[in-house]
């Protein structure tokens, strides 16, 4: 067949200010360039939408570089690899790659990593096999240090990382698990994967709620997806020598005043926690081992993963959005291709 000399892509139109809307974003078309030696050319079958994602859309400084205007937006994406001039990559191949919200992609064969689809399907390399899977192991156990019998609360839980978290402690010997998410549905899902307890924080205070679920004990471990009132209230509920590992704050990522810090943060001091935010990128060293448990876990069933699966790339804004408004469960993504 002939290769594509163009590829459509989702550029950003214009910088959000507070809630993304879909005016600030275009889809658009780009020619694709001729190969060179060592690379690669892809046929995204699925990208990966994140709320990190929405950092990268403001124009400050940050520990990834900001998106450009009118230009495309870029991602995890796994895809065919259609055409070769790398010796690491050959034609058929299944490739994870960050070049996403575009159809096609012309990636340096350093920048991609093989994934292998006789263990898991291709979509599972942008979730439970890939940076989202070791962001929920390794912030767990090598941040937050996990031991066998904490009990440990995860908020967002019934996202892409914190359904993986509490499943992630169940299996490694956590005395109890406790996860919070956004509607009565989420909850259930929850129990379903093997939550100990779990409550929607609509409901009513977090603090109040996440003390009923964890009783007398408290917790010893505090997954912190959402920042805000759920930072809050952990702090409330943490045992002596509790630990935080902070990796997202979904609660503040569209607000447009500052936000202030929880304002029982001096208990840190007396009950000395330890509070330690992380990315994902600095966890890389532990990739080979996460890589190991997750593909036996999977195999027997200890983990589950679910996904949210929006189709066509005219719809990845949409998606995004809606992310940031907690419609999915689990990973979001988008399939470009069957």
Known sequence: ??????????????????????????????????????????????????????????????????????????????????????????????????????????????????????????????????????????????????????????????GAVGSLVGQIAKAMGASRVIGSAGSPAKVARLLELGFDAAFDYHDGPVREQLENAAGPNGIDVYFDNVGGEHLEAALSVLNVGGRVAMCGAIAQYNSTEPTPAPRNLMLAIGKQLTLKGFLVGGQRQHAAEFAGKM?????????????????????????????????????MLVRLQG
């Open 295 to 331: 593909g036996g876990w999977l195999a027997d069933g200890t983990v589950r993963y679910d996904e949210t699966i929006v189709d066509g790339l005219e719809n990845a804004p949409q998606a995004f959005m809606d992310l940031l408004d907690g419609a999915n469960t689990g990973k």
């Open 1 to 158: 067949m002939s290769l594509p000399s163009v590829t459509r892509e989702i550029q950003l139109a214009s910088r959000p200010v507070g809630r993304p809307v879909p005016e600030n974003f275009r889809l658009a078309e780009s020619a694709l360039p001729e190969l060179g030696d060592g690379q690669i050319l892809v046929r995204n079958l699925f990208i990966s939408v994140d709320p990190y994602m929405r950092g990268r859309m403001n124009d400050v400084k940050s520990y990834s570089a900001p998106f450009a205007l009118d230009k495309a937006l870029d991602g995890g994406a796994v895809g065919e690899v259609l055409a070769s001039r790398s010796s690491r990559h050959k034609e058929g191949d299944v490739v994870v790659h960050s070049l996403g919200w575009r159809e096609y992609a012309v990636v340096e064969e350093d920048a991609a990593t093989t994934a292998d689809t006789g263990l898991a399907p291709a979509s599972a390399f942008l979730g439970a096999l890939g940076m989202t899977g070791l962001t929920a192991y390794a912030g767990l156990l090598k941040v937050a240090a996990f031991a066998p019998g904490d009990a440990v609360f995860v908020s967002g839980a019934a």
